[in-house]
């Protein structure tokens, strides 16, 4: 009894020894990728370039605050999130880090001090960046940004999830992949989409999957679950790639498109999405955001140019699927059911009885995957709230929908909303008139 | 003593079409640019969402979007012998008001001006000799050629988005197309609408008459479109409210659709809403203006904003009104006919039949603002002005285009005006009616005009600008030449009944019906200081750091809706401002 005491006592010991070690031993950082000459300089705008790929402004800009200040809350199913201050003030943002500072956040998620960052950092994608690109980077946020004091809101999450240094053992299994990239070798181009979206991209943050532990399962293009749709904040992030994808009926070109405007012939940026496009996307060279979408299409792209000018798009005949519907639509008879003539008093002026939509401008509604999406939140507040594109360099427009929470009550929204999800060939649960209540009550305390 | 702005390199007058085409063409050379609207800000939504702005008597009969009388307004008369009197309720023209102006509000007919009309004068006494021209009549050739416009009313076209189908092809006449129109170096961006069925029955009345009908030139998608700035336009769907509306539906051709989101994001340019620009300030020398001076309504007061060039893009009777009481040009005193500001005031001279077909449907309430077929047989370049009598020309159209039910309820005559006599007849004659219109011409005369009144001020204690307008037999010797033509043809097509108007001999101009909001001249072109107030590139003769914009510029009307020559004048100008008057500011003639 006394032996197993004692060796149950050494046990305890050995395990708090090992529990502090845990704790307080720092975190090995990763090494660089690459050894760079200690005088190596970026080119002109590389730096800036790799802060737009990355899309940093989008949670490390408050809203009406300066650029990369921080202070953003980032909403997350632990709690909320504060972005930090990541230009180069000294006392309040990162003007103090070094270059290794810099990189154990990027690539380990770690701040100066070996604490964790929370994962809402996509350290996970950032690992794949190469140094060049952290570097360049690096001696942006340090020599291109004006120093902003602004000291950030400290994010404080409830118990246990204020113990950052649980995120070590988080980041044994997020993290077991190498720093670094490995392209795939399909061609030039791909390989740039590919470097693009696994790294700065950071598009498996929300459109791949995550695993019962919040990790993202599919973080490079070898992973069978890599971007095949996740969900974030209660909308649906779209499968990108595989046999799945939800952009398989898009050309390389409108991919492009779209990435690069909010909008192409089939669809428009909403929520997020729409984020991306303003802050990142936009910002981009023609070739990468065609190499992205090359990528996530596994063909190279056959036009050097995005979103030419000069158009006139007719918009599309009704298809096999939509047939139907646009036939009942047009017939318009006095009898037809509520939704269809909800259908043709609202919304048929610019989505068209083919649910097709106009190239570039009106969404079509067919399979469109907000619409038939299990997230059903998004397709209402839309109809309810409306929805608007930000404008962008080559589609200067802020392409505005309307809402109309003045104008359907919820029963009639509902109506709409199932007529919508089982015509043109669309075939999606039914929702109730309560699933519009909820958003509309949402968005009135917003 | 006025608040004072910063400085800037250039404030705009208006943020209308040709305020905002001034706005992004000069913001691309770096220029600090401020523009100035009288009115509010207005953008697709929420400002013209749906269905709100489908409220016909909100926006069609209490006239929303328009001019506040209150604020601006000006005297009318029909001669020098009746007392001018305010313009309190408006009635035959309807000037915009706020961001995008009367591109918000317009019906999208988008013409270019026949090469004839720009060189008018030329034309008739090369043909008919002097003789022909009346002694009244003020008539003068446009400085400036539709050769050397042609490249801008092709870019005009494509910014603005307009449907339709070339007829004269870089000189291949096309079928199907306007075969006496000028010349085009491009087709249309985009193609024709559809036709309705009053617009297909005109059609095929026209070709069995031998008359050459073709689309009308549409401001009014027909399809998805991107235009050069990457502005977009929607496919219109014939909700049938354009003409005082704005487009819900990003279908209709305005500065929110094809200009003002770009022009937004350049951040060398701003603009301010409720700012009504009282006068444009002059330096010591006379020579040059120093900015303009302009009343904020919000803060109440009176604001200065230095500029180095100043550009005049409101409407043309604001510009002339501008331009009057800031000694712009010398004032047009037409007993000795010195003087240049408010010369040639112009208008149009229109016509039209209606007819009812018990047996045809024509669904009015279907169609878009520039819908129909038209034909061009009796343009100006079509008629033999010697053999006729009269200087002048028309296009007809028809095609409904206003289909909105309290206005657009045309009843035979005789039918009662209300009770269950206007019931039956509303019963059986809705849908039963179609139209043509004859759009013509209105020529410059010598005591049509506009000058400061001496009676009425505003309330900022401005004189009020006055109109001296009446019709003259020339035009209303064209317009019955119309009737003449018109009449065989709707009797072909058989209507049941056929009610026919056009102004005939002896008719007075009557300012309360509307009639179009198209009024032209009065800061007119010229290739002499004597002659007009703005030079070919549009620059005021006598302060070379003016340029003027719009309908203004028009020596005298031409038979077409002026959108398109202005937008082309606009671009024109421009293009003149960039690449000539920005490196050595001077006079440029």
């Known amino acids: 009894m006394k032996t197993f005491l004692r060796i149950l006592a050494g046990l305890v010991v050995v395990g708090v020894i090992a529990l502090l070690a845990f704790v307080f031993v720092p975190v090995k950082r990763s090494a660089p990728t690459q050894n760079l000459a200690a005088d190596w300089q970026p080119e002109e705008g590389q730096g800036q370039y790799v802060m737009y790929a990355g899309d940093c402004v989008a949670c490390h800009t408050a809203e009406g605050g300066e650029p990369l200040a921080g202070g953003r ?15 180069p003030d000294p006392k309040t943002g990162i003007g103090g880090w070094s270059l290794d500072d810099f990189r154990a956040a990027m690539v380990d998620g770690l701040m100066p001090d070996g604490t964790h960052l929370y994962p809402a ?7 794949f960046m190469s140094e060049a690109d952290i570097r360049a980077l690096y001696d942006y946020l340090m020599n291109g940004v004006e120093p902003v004091e602004n000291r950030v809101q400290a994010t404080q999450l409830a118990f246990p999830f204020n113990q950052r240094w649980g995120l070590r053992a988080w980041n044994w299994m997020a993290l077991s992949h190498e720093a670094g990239f490995k392209p795939l070798g399909a061609s030039e181009m ?3 989409g590919q470097y693009l979206v696994e790294g700065a991209g950071h598009c498996a943050a929300c459109h791949s999957p995550r695993n019962e532990l919040m990790m993202q399962d599919g973080v490079t293009a070898s992973q069978k679950t890599f971007l095949a749709g996740g969900v974030i904040d209660g909308w649906e992030a779209p499968a990108l790639y595989g046999p799945n994808s939800t952009i398989a009926g898009w050309s390389v070109e409108e991919t492009a498109n779209y990435l690069a405007t909010g909008r192409n012939a089939h669809s428009a940026a909403n929520g997020e999405m729409a984020l991306v496009v303003e802050h990142s996307l936009q910002h981009l060279t023609d070739a990468d955001n065609l190499a992205i979408a090359a990528f996530l299409k596994g063909k190279d792209a056959e036009t050097t140019e995005v979103a030419g000018v000069m158009k006139a798009m007719p918009q599309p005949e009704a298809d096999a699927a939509g047939e139907e519907t646009a036939a009942m639509l047009t017939e318009a008879s006095p009898d037809m059911p509520l939704g269809p003539r909800l259908y043709l008093d609202n919304c048929s002026g610019c989505h068209f009885v083919t649910g097709k939509g106009a190239p570039e401008i009106f969404p079509e509604l067919e399979n469109n995957p907000m619409v038939v999406s299990a997230e059903v939140g998004p397709l209402i507040s839309v109809i309810l709230n409306g929805a608007e594109v930000p404008s962008t360099e080559k589609r200067p427009m802020k392409l505005v929908m309307q809402g109309y929470a003045e104008r359907l009550d919820d029963a009639e929204v509902a109506e709409l909303v199932n007529f919508l999800r089982s015509s043109w060939g669309n075939d999606a649960a039914a929702i109730s008139a309560e699933d519009v209540a909820k958003v509309r009550a949402a968005q009135s305390t917003h | 003593m006025a608040r004072q702005e910063k400085k800037k390199d250039v404030v705009i007058v208006g943020l209308g079409w040709t ?19 009288r009115g509010p800000d207005q953008s697709t939504v929420p400002n013209f969402k749906y269905p709100n702005q ?24 029909r001669n020098e012998d009746e007392t001018a009197r305010p313009y309190r309720k408006l009635g035959s023209f309807l000037p915009g008001n706020g961001v995008g102006g009367a591109g918000t509000h317009w019906n999208g007919l988008n013409w ?9 004068k030329s034309y008739v006494i090369e043909n008919w000799g002097e003789d022909i021209i009346a002694e009244d009549m003020t008539i003068g050739d446009y400085p400036v050629s539709y050769d050397e416009l042609e490249p801008y009313f092709t870019q005009f076209e494509k910014v603005a988005g307009i449907s339709g189908y070339a007829g004269n092809l870089n000189g291949e006449i096309r079928e199907g197309g306007n075969p006496f129109e000028g010349w085009r170096s491009e087709d249309f961006p985009m193609p024709p609408l559809p036709r309705t069925w009053d617009s297909q029955k005109f059609h095929d009345a026209c070709i069995a008459s031998g008359y050459h009908p073709f689309p009308a030139p549409a401001g009014i998608a027909s399809t998805a479109y991107v235009n050069p700035y990457g502005m977009q336009m ?12 704005g487009c819900y539906q990003y279908s209709k051709s305005s500065p929110q659709t094809t200009i003002l989101d770009a022009l937004k994001r350049k951040p060398n340019f701003s603009y301010r809403t409720h700012c009504e620009v009282l006068r444009v300030e002059m330096a ?3 020579k040059t203006a120093t900015g303009v001076t302009y009343f904020d309504e919000e803060a109440q007061e009176e604001v200065f904003q230095p500029a180095d060039l100043v550009i005049l893009s409101s409407y043309q009777l604001n510009n002339v009104h501008l331009m009057l009481v800031s000694g712009i040009g010398e004032p047009y005193d037409p007993a000795t006919g010195k003087g240049v500001t408010g010369k040639n005031y112009a208008y149009q001279m229109n016509g039209g039949i209606s007819m009812f077909f018990e047996d045809d449907n024509f669904n009015p309430f279907v169609g878009h603002g520039a819908n129909g077929t038209c034909i061009d047989d009796f343009a100006i370049n079509q008629i033999d002005f010697g053999e006729e009598g009269f200087i002048g020309g028309a296009y007809w159209r028809s095609g409904t285009f206003n289909g909105q039910p309290i206005r657009n309820m045309p009843l035979p005559k005789g039918t009662p005006a209300w009770g269950a006599g206007w019931k039956e007849g509303i019963g059986r004659w809705y849908g039963h009616a179609m139209s043509i219109g004859s759009h013509g011409s209105n020529l410059a005369y010598a005591n049509n005009y506009l000058d400061l009144d001496p009676n009425y001020t505003d309330r900022h204690g401005r004189p009020l600008m006055r109109m001296t307008f009446d019709w003259h037999d020339n035009d209303l010797r064209m317009n019955q030449f119309m009737k003449s033509k018109m009449e065989p043809l709707a009797k072909s097509m058989n209507p049941d009944i056929m009610q026919v108007g056009f102004k005939g001999p002896g008719a007075h101009y009557d300012v309360r019906p509307y009639q179009t909001t198209h009024n032209t001249g009065g800061h007119i072109m010229s290739e002499t200081p004597q002659e007009g107030v703005v030079n070919r590139y549009c620059q005021a003769w006598d302060k070379h750091n003016v340029f003027v914009m719009g309908a203004g510029n028009f020596v005298q009307n031409t038979q077409y809706n002026p959108t398109g020559l202005l937008g082309g004048l606009a671009y024109w100008t421009v293009q003149a401002i960039r690449t000539q008057y920005l490196p050595n500011p001077r006079p440029l003639v």
């Open chain 2, 234 to 245: 929607g496919p219109c769907n014939f909700c049938g409210f354009c003409e005082r509306y």
């Open chain 2, 112 to 120: 270019r001006p026949m090469p004839e009309e720009l060189k008018l």
């Open chain 2, 19 to 37: 305020g905002a085409i001034a706005g992004i063409e000069l913001a691309q050379d770096g220029l600090e640019i401020v523009a100035l609207e």
């Open chain 1, 190 to 192: 791909q390989d740039r």
């Open chain 2, 54 to 77: 489908i409220d016909e008597l909100k926006y069609g009969v209490r006239l929303k979007m328009m001019q506040k009388l209150s604020q601006q307004t000006v005297t009318v008369r």
């Open chain 1, 73 to 87: 809350p980032i909403e997350s199913p632990m709690g909320t999130i504060w972005s930090t201050n990541i230009t």
């Open chain 2, 284 to 286: 010591e020398d006379g």
């Open chain 1, 121 to 127: 950092m996509p350290y996970e994608n950032f690992r």
